[in-house]
Nanobody, 120 residues
Framework: QVQLVESGGGLVQAGDSLRLSCTAS????????MGWYRQAPGKQRELVVR???????QYADFVKGRFTISGDNAKNTVYLQMNSLKPEDTGVYYC??????????????WGQGTQVTVSS
């Protein structure tokens, strides 16, 4: 099992920056991938960015050039730096871990989410 705890959300104005953190209960080295997803009110959850073991990164087109994912292995933490925020970035941001190991039939884990609200 993997527990994920997100933090860093808040209310900001358009053009501002935020950094989200996701701390895992296990080494992020043990993950096939880690990523950030978001869900706006009335919409489906969507991929924001995903980093795969080996270093390749998948960014959603709507965040390219504005958001950056990074990690601190010593802290078991993945970060999402969000710059030039727009009102349409508003939503609940979730961290997801895809473990290399299957435990009790699962290898995907989600955090509880952190709210990001961008005012115009």
């Amino acid at each position: 099992q993997v527990q994920l705890v997100e933090s860093g959300g808040g209310l900001v104005q358009a053009g501002d920056s935020l950094r989200l953190s996701c701390t895992a209960s296990r080494s992020i080295f043990s993950m096939n991938a880690m990523g950030w997803y978001r869900q706006a009110p009335g919409k489906q959850r969507e991929l924001v960015v995903r980093i795969i073991s080996g270093g390749s990164i998948q960014y959603a087109d709507f965040v390219k050039g504005r958001f950056t994912i990074s990690g601190d292995n010593a802290k078991n933490t993945v970060y999402l730096q969000m710059n030039s925020l727009k009102p349409e970035d508003t939503g609940v941001y979730y961290c997801k871990a895809e473990s290399r190991y299957i435990v009790a039939g699962r290898n995907e884990y989600w955090g509880q989410g952190t709210q990001v609200t961008v005012s115009s």
